[in-house]
């Protein structure tokens, strides 16, 4: 931890609850009832392997849905991202693991930043087929959206497992998605669930919200549980 990150942390700083975007090219972006701030990340790689995994600690949404979220000390850009998880227990003391990353001002992407969000996406998908979660891609704030959106779920109907990807509007133009009608709403593509096709989603989420006008640090998550 940095001496940065350390007086972040300290007794008396003030933090507010932050919902996170993916890490996409180096960036993070974070909503608070401040505002919303785009900023780069010192250890990309090792905040976005822990998003959207169902470790991180959640705040809830409407219809029993959950958002990550963590505590961002914005005056000196540190982030603390507490584990949904307790890690030990005594009596009635509970304690729960969390790590802190150092955030800046942004700088211009290193890396293809759809290519990570693609990256991320796929990840997230597998992880949340595992734990029998859906998840939906949206506009990130506080505020309620009812579209852009694109779901995916990992169904089972009595025929087998098959990933549903859901998107409206209909994404068009991409070169992935099957076109669909003038006028119809939204546009779905299902396929068997297997170890093999289940990274593709990410390219099938990715390229609906490439057709937003949104950047990849613009959406977030929203995670519900299958069948609750």
Do not use: H
């Not at 780069?40 to 470790?55: A, N, Q, W």
């Not at 891609?137 to 779901?151: F, H």
């Amino acid at each position: 931890m940095t001496n940065e990150a350390r007086r972040g942390v300290e007794p008396g700083a003030t933090m507010v609850t932050a919902m996170l975007s993916p890490v996409a090219g180096g960036l993070i972006r974070t909503w608070t009832d401040l505002g919303s701030q785009l900023w780069s990340v010192e250890d990309p790689d090792g905040l976005s392997g822990i998003l959207g995994r169902g470790i991180v600690g959640r705040t809830p949404r409407q219809d029993d849905r959950f958002r990550e979220a963590a505590f961002l000390n914005a005056n000196t850009g540190t982030l603390v991202v507490q584990n949904r998880f307790v890690a030990t227990a005594s009596g009635e003391s509970m304690q729960v693991e969390a790590n802190v990353f150092q955030l800046g001002d942004p700088v211009r992407p290193e890396s293809n930043p759809w290519r990570d969000l693609e990256g991320f996406l796929s990840a997230a998908a597998m992880s949340a087929a595992d734990r029998g979660e859906y998840f939906v891609a949206e506009l990130g704030g506080w505020e309620e959206m009812p579209e852009p959106y694109c779901l995916f779920a990992v169904l089972d109907r009595g025929d087998g497992p098959v990933s549903l990807i859901e998107a409206a509007p209909a994404p068009r133009g991409t070169g992935v998605w099957p076109d669909v009608p003038e006028g119809r709403p939204g546009a779905s593509v299902t396929a068997p669930a297997t170890a093999q096709s289940l990274p593709g989603s990410g390219i099938f989420v990715a390229s609906a919200i490439s057709t937003w006008g949104a950047q990849p640090w613009d959406v977030a998550l929203t995670f519900g549980k299958l069948g609750g």
